[in-house]
């Protein structure tokens, strides 16, 4: 079982992940950015399993060094969504059908020549998306952004459930 969380993240993401996990007598911190990772999983200094979720889509650089680590030290598991803004988006948690449309088929939506990466265009329409719901505009540096998204009913029933955490916090 999971008592762990180390996250790439330490702005929304790691809000997110730290809310959960102060509310399941776990512990959680940031690596302060993905290179950071590696070094976080070196200095390991108990036998607990410790959850590593990193940006899939901004982490590429840096996954084989993690997995090399990951697979020699015991007590890893590593979770790679697209980026903390695709899996808020697939929570549906605004109930906006258009969004559920695109994460089906993302590369039929993003311009290359407007976005550097997918997490830029994930953050973008997840901006866009809080601002047409009229809730608190999403930013990743703005902690008020984050709440509607940690509420009890929303993190474990909308967000976990919807992606593959489910399988890997055992909520």
């Not at 399941?24 to 976080?40: F, L, P, Y």
């Not at 809080?130 to 984050?146: A, C, F, H, L």
């Amino acid at each position: 079982m999971v008592s762990n969380i180390i996250t790439e993240d330490s702005k929304t993401g790691y809000e997110f992940y730290n809310e959960y996990a102060i509310s399941h007598n776990m512990i959680c911190e940031h690596a302060d950015g993905k290179t950071n990772v590696s070094k976080r999983i070196i200095n390991k200094s108990n036998s607990d399993v410790t959850l590593i979720v990193v940006d899939g889509a901004a982490y590429g650089s840096e996954m084989n060094n993690t997995m090399i680590l990951i697979n020699s030290i015991p007590g890893y598991i590593l979770f790679t969504p697209e980026s903390f803004e695709w899996l808020l988006l697939n929570s549906n948690i605004l109930n906006k059908p258009y969004i559920l449309d695109i994460l089906k088929e993302p590369y039929n939506y993003i311009e290359s020549s407007e976005f550097f990466s997918w997490e830029n265009y994930f953050t973008e329409l997840l901006n866009k998306a809080t601002r047409e719901s009229e809730v608190v505009p999403y930013s990743k540096g703005n902690n008020k952004s984050i709440r509607m998204f940690t509420t009890e009913k929303n993190m474990k029933k909308k967000i976990i459930e919807s992606s593959d955490l489910r399988y890997l916090l055992k909520t």
